[in-house]
C-alpha cells in the first residue's frame, strides 16, 4: 500500500501562489501518469493537471490554464503542482494520483480514469 503524499497547501490570499507537492516512496516514478484532483466543499471531484511519465505531455482544466503548472521531478520521487494568482474558487482539498503504464503520452484528468495510488490530499484554502 505505498501511497503518494501530498504537502504544501495552506492559507493564501487571493492572487497569491502555493507549491503543492506529491512525494511517492517506493516507486520508480519515471514509469507512471500523474494527475493532480480536487475536491470543493459541495462539488464532485474534479481532474486539475495531468502529466505523461516522459513528462511531455500535459493538460489542465480549463479554469486553471495560464495559472497553474505541474512538472515532475523524477530522481526526486516529487511531483508539483505550481498555483498562481490563487482565486478564491481554487479552495479545494487537493490529491495526487499516479498510475503505471507503458504509455509515456498518457495524460488524463478524469476520475475514473484508472489511477491506481492516491494520496491523502492537503487542503488549500484561498481567502482574505
Known amino acids: 500500500q505505498l501511497q503518494p503524499v501530498e504537502s504544501g497547501g495552506g492559507l493564501v490570499q487571493p492572487g497569491g501562489s502555493l507549491r503543492l507537492s506529491c512525494t511517492v516512496s517506493?516507486?520508480?516514478?519515471?514509469?507512471?501518469?500523474i494527475g493532480w484532483f480536487r475536491q470543493a466543499p459541495g462539488k464532485e471531484r474534479e481532474g486539475v493537471s495531468c502529466?505523461?511519465?516522459?513528462?511531455?505531455?500535459?493538460n489542465y482544466v480549463d479554469s486553471v490554464k495560464g495559472r497553474f503548472t505541474i512538472s515532475r521531478d523524477n530522481r526526486k520521487n516529487t511531483i508539483y503542482l505550481q498555483m498562481n494568482s490563487l482565486k478564491p474558487e481554487d479552495t479545494a482539498v487537493y490529491y495526487c494520483?499516479?498510475?503505471?503504464?507503458?504509455?509515456?503520452?498518457?495524460?488524463?484528468?478524469?476520475?475514473?480514469?484508472?489511477?491506481?495510488?492516491w494520496g491523502q490530499g492537503t487542503q488549500v484554502t484561498v481567502s482574505s
Open positions: 494520483a499516479i498510475v503505471r503504464t507503458t504509455n509515456q503520452d498518457l495524460c488524463l484528468m478524469k476520475t475514473d480514469s484508472g489511477y491506481k495510488y
Open positions: 517506493g516507486f520508480t516514478l519515471s514509469y507512471y501518469a
Open positions: 502529466i505523461s511519465s516522459s513528462g511531455g505531455n500535459t
